[in-house]
Structure formats: C-alpha cells, structure tokens
C-alpha cells in the first residue's frame, strides 16, 4: 500500500509546487497543475522505459558472459549407453568429479577427463622418396 500512496504523493505534490508558481505567474492553477501531471507521467513513462532497456541490455551482456563462460569450460560429451549415443554441452571442473545427467535417456553420466601428450612436428618441405627407386632399392642417381 505504501509503494502505491508515496509515488501519488510525490506526484500530486510535485504538480502542486509546478501549479503554484504558475498561479503566481498569472495561469490557472487547475490546467497547470492537470497539465503537469500529465507531463509528469509521460517523463516518468520515458524515464522508466531508458532504465528498463538499459536494465535489459545489462542482462543480456551478462548471459552472454555466462554462456561464453559456460562454452570455455565444457565439453561435448557422447552419452555412453549404446542405444542413445546423444552428445550434449557438458560443463566440467578439471580438478573435480563431473556427472551429469543424459537429456535424452535421463541416466547418470560421469566424465573423466585425460591427457595426451604429442611431440610437435615440422612438416618437410618436399617429398624425401623422389629420388629413391622402389623397384631397385636404391637411388636414381646411383
Ligand atoms: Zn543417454
């Protein structure tokens, strides 16, 4: 009730200092104080609709910034039961048990992460058997 009564007293109190002055500068006070209000309303109207799309802008950053977050720190997981074999987005801890639940058959995965280790390779530059006949066993230049 009190989030009702303050706005409405604010308003009517507001729109009765706007009509006083302009009693005082020689306007009716009833069309001023009626035409403030209204006024007021539509700045109010403008004000509240600035603050909610920027309110909605805000939320929108951050549900991406969590979906950016929740990208970086998934995987695409292959449920294992054989007759559902459905991938889905799983967010992991690298440092702690991660399960989840399959959407498609509602049954309890647990995700194991690994590690494999590669030695980096350069690529040659051309093909090293050009000069070597398969045939003889030897080079061509030989
Ligand atoms: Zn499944």
Known sequence: MEDFIKPILTLTFISAVIAICCYYLGLKFIPSFVLSTVIQFMVWTLFKYWVD???QIK?????NERVQEFRTQSLDCT?????CNFVTAVPVVINDTNMYECPKCKKEVKVYIGNKTFLVTAPIDSDPFKEFNFVENTDYDN
């Open 53 to 55: 799309s920027r309110t």
């Open 59 to 63: 939320i929108e950053q951050l549900v």
């Open 79 to 83: 449920c294992p039961d054989e007759n």
